[in-house]
Nanobody, 128 residues
Framework: QVQLVESGGGLVPPGGSLRLSCAAS????????MGWFRQAQGEQRELVAR????????????VKGRFAISGDTAENKLTLKMVTLQMTNLKIEDTAVYYC?????????????????WGQGTLVTVSS
């Protein structure tokens, strides 16, 4: 099974910066998209930013111009293996648990199967 390990997060004052990283490991997989979602208390989980294997990116309107997503691919260029979210000019409303997500296909038992996996989440708190 593919697993995602997240790092980063923490407490930062308004206007500050943080970087979140997420690395994939485990069974053979072709990850064609990785991204970050967030869930504030009492709210639904929402897409923050996503990057695809071809390098295309998607951002939520609320973070455009402040957040930047980047991804690393394997040497064979057939799968993403890591994604980083650089967050700048953080606002109080960015406070949430941030979750890494990966999608594509994997081969845990010799057969190719859909891949849809989440990280455990990391808390980002923006507060003075």
């Amino acid at each position: 099974q593919v697993q995602l390990v997240e790092s980063g997060g923490g407490l930062v004052p308004p206007g500050g910066s943080l970087r979140l990283s997420c690395a994939a490991s485990g069974s053979i997989a072709s990850i064609n998209r990785m991204g970050w979602f967030r869930q504030a208390q009492g709210e639904q989980r929402e897409l923050v930013a996503r990057i695809r294997l071809n390098g295309s990116t998607t951002y939520a309107d609320s973070v455009k111009g402040r957040f930047a997503i980047s991804g690393d691919t394997a040497e064979n260029k057939l799968t993403l293996k890591m994604v980083t979210l650089q967050m700048t000019n953080l606002k109080i409303e960015d406070t949430a648990v941030y979750y890494c997500h990966a999608g594509g296909i994997q081969r845990p038992d010799g057969l190719w199967r859909p891949l849809d996996v989440w990280g455990q989440g990391t808390l980002v708190t923006v507060s003075s």
